[in-house]
C-alpha cells in the first residue's frame, strides 16, 4: 500500500504570525510533524513525505529536519480562503507525476496539532481500512460547548438562538458531538478522484482522541501548549 504523508503550512499565518516555524518548547513546531512523518514512514513500507507551503523560510526549516522537497505551493492556493481539499489535491498530482507512482492514501499531519502520538495514527488507520465504504477518517476530541445546549447564533430579529435547538437541560443529556482537532486525517485516493472540497462526507469516520488535543489558532494557544511541554504536563508521549 503507497501513503502519502503530507504536511501543509503556508506562510501567511494571521492569528500566530510565522507559527509554522516559531519554537515550541525548544523546537520549530513543524519538527514535530516531520518526527511523526518520519516514524510513521518508518513503519509502513511505501510511505512517503511531502511539504507543501509556499514560503521558502518554511521550506529551509523543514530541510533541517530532514524534509526536502522541490515542491513550492502555488501562490493560488495559499490564499486565506483557500480549502485544504484543494492544496492536497495540487501536491497529490506532484508526488504522483515526480515519483511516477499512485497513492491509495494520504495521511495529512496538521503542522498546528501536534499533540498526536504513533498510536493515534496506527489506531485511524485500522479503523479506515476496517470499513471499505468509508472515504476517510480524521481526528476529534470531546467538546467543552455543545451546539444543542450552549452554542448559540444570531437569528435575523437581534436575538439569539442554540444552533441544534433540543431539549436538553444540561449538557451532559445533549446528544453527543465531536470537536475536530485538525491532527491527522486520512485520506483514501477516491475523495480526490470524486473532487471533494471537504474533509467532512457521507462516508467520514472520525478518530476519538483519550489525550488533550488541540491546534495553535491564537497566541496564547501557543502559551498553554509550551506549558504543557516545558512543565511535562502530558500523561502521553508525543
Do not use: W
Not at 217 to 233: G, H, N, V, Y
Amino acid at each position: 500500500m503507497n501513503i502519502l504523508i503530507t504536511i501543509c503550512g503556508r506562510g501567511g499565518s494571521k492569528g500566530i504570525p510565522r507559527k509554522n516555524i516559531r519554537n515550541l518548547n525548544g523546537k520549530p513546531l513543524i519538527s514535530y510533524a516531520i518526527s511523526h512523518a518520519r516514524s510513521f514512514a518508518a513503519l509502513n513500507r511505501g510511505t512517503d513525505i511531502v511539504l507543501s507551503t509556499d514560503d521558502q523560510d518554511i521550506k529551509s526549516v523543514a530541510e533541517e529536519f530532514g524534509l526536502t522537497t522541490a515542491y513550492l505551493r502555488p501562490e493560488h492556493l495559499a490564499g486565506d480562503t483557500t480549502g485544504k481539499m484543494e492544496v492536497l489535491n495540487h501536491v497529490l498530482d506532484y508526488q504522483e507525476s515526480l515519483h511516477k507512482k499512485t497513492y491509495d492514501l494520504i495521511l495529512d499531519l496538521d503542522i498546528t496539532s501536534p499533540l498526536r502520538t504513533q498510536e493515534d495514527l496506527k489506531n485511524g488507520l485500522q479503523l479506515l481500512l476496517a470499513d471499505e465504504k468509508a472515504y476517510n477518517i480524521f481526528s476529534v476530541s470531546r467538546p467543552h460547548r455543545n451546539p444543542y445546549f450552549n452554542v448559540i447564533e444570531l437569528k435575523e430579529d437581534g436575538y439569539c438562538k442554540v444552533v441544534k435547538p433540543s431539549d436538553s437541560l444540561s449538557r451532559q443529556a445533549a446528544p453527543k458531538v465531536y470537536d475536530m482537532n485538525a491532527s491527522f486525517y486520512f485520506f483514501r485516493r477516491i475523495c480526490f478522484e470524486k473532487g471533494f472540497r471537504s474533509s467532512i462526507t457521507e462516508r467520514s469516520l472520525f478518530y476519538l482522541m483519550d489525550h488533550v488535543c488541540f491546534d495553535l489558532d491564537e497566541p496564547i494557544d501557543f502559551e498553554m501548549m509550551e506549558f504543557l511541554l516545558s512543565q511535562e504536563k502530558l500523561d502521553f508521549k508525543i
